[in-house]
């Protein structure tokens, strides 16, 4: 029986076999001597080299293991990293402690529940609460393994810290938000005076919808419904 556990994140996804006694159905008429044969055998990758990819993926992501009644069963040092705990003060202790009060109520953290315990892989940016009370916002795959008899055996989660991409992103919201709610007109173009954004106010004063507002130029340079101001705004950039 051949367990294979998936990780993704975003385009790149890893997948590890787990070999348990399986019989070697390599052809023995294959070729494999030299660098430049490129024959590939069917048998799963002996202990060392999975435990060899395990390891390579540890130097990069946090790994958190826990059984199916989300008592924490293992963890590495980029996850203790991440929330700040000692091996011990998370070893035993339910999944839960590092998950925050709302999320646990959620019928979205229930939903994801279920689904682990079906089986079924996931992939989500999730938040997890620190020891000293901070929240980090990290990047999840959570694996299920089964055993031979198809039981989930445990569920590795696999994790990059995106705290700092995270927060980035929240800004560039507000500051979104921030310019499209503003009562000036405001227009963004590139160098050569092709229009990026418009926000609200432009379209509430010009009666041009952004749609088309952006990508254009003459559209704009030639109306008589922009002042004088906003043209050369425009073509100043050209």
């Known amino acids: 029986v051949v367990f294979e556990v ?3 994140f975003g385009q790149t996804r890893v997948e590890v076999l787990k070999r348990q006694n399986l019989p070697n159905r390599a052809d023995p008429s294959r070729s494999s001597s030299g660098p430049e ?3 590939y055998s069917d048998v799963p990758p002996s202990e060392a080299v999975i435990d060899a990819r395990l390891r390579a993926i540890d130097r990069s992501h946090g790994r958190l293991e826990f059984a199916v009644d989300g008592t924490i069963l293992d963890v590495n040092e980029n996850y203790l990293n991440f929330t700040g705990y000692q091996r011990d003060e998370l ?3 339910h999944y839960q402690v590092l998950v925050t009060p709302e999320e646990i109520a959620s ?3 229930v939903e994801f529940w279920r689904k682990l315990v079906d089986g079924e892989f996931q992939t ?3 938040q997890r609460c620190a020891k000293d009370g901070s929240c980090r916002w990290i990047q999840s795959s959570f694996n299920p393994v089964f055993d031979d008899r198809g039981s989930i055996e445990k569920i590795f989660e696999y994790a990059i810290d995106v705290t700092s991409q995270r927060i980035a992103t929240d800004e560039i919201r507000k500051l979104y938000a921030a310019v499209d709610q503003s009562s000036a007109t405001i227009l963004i173009a590139d160098a050569r005076g092709i ?3 418009a926000n609200q106010r432009f379209t509430e004063m010009t009666g ?3 749609q088309e507002a952006v990508g254009s130029d003459l559209l704009f340079a030639e109306s ?3 002042d004088e101001r906003l043209k050369e705004v425009i073509w100043t950039k050209a």
Do not use: F, K, N, T
């Open 6 to 8: 998936a990780i993704s």
């Open 37 to 39: 044969s490129h024959e």
């Open 91 to 93: 070893l035993g202790q």
């Open 107 to 109: 019928a979205d953290y």
């Open 124 to 126: 989500r940016v999730v």
């Open 195 to 197: 229009i990026e954004y």
């Open 208 to 210: 041009y919808s952004r």
């Open 224 to 226: 008589e419904l922009l």
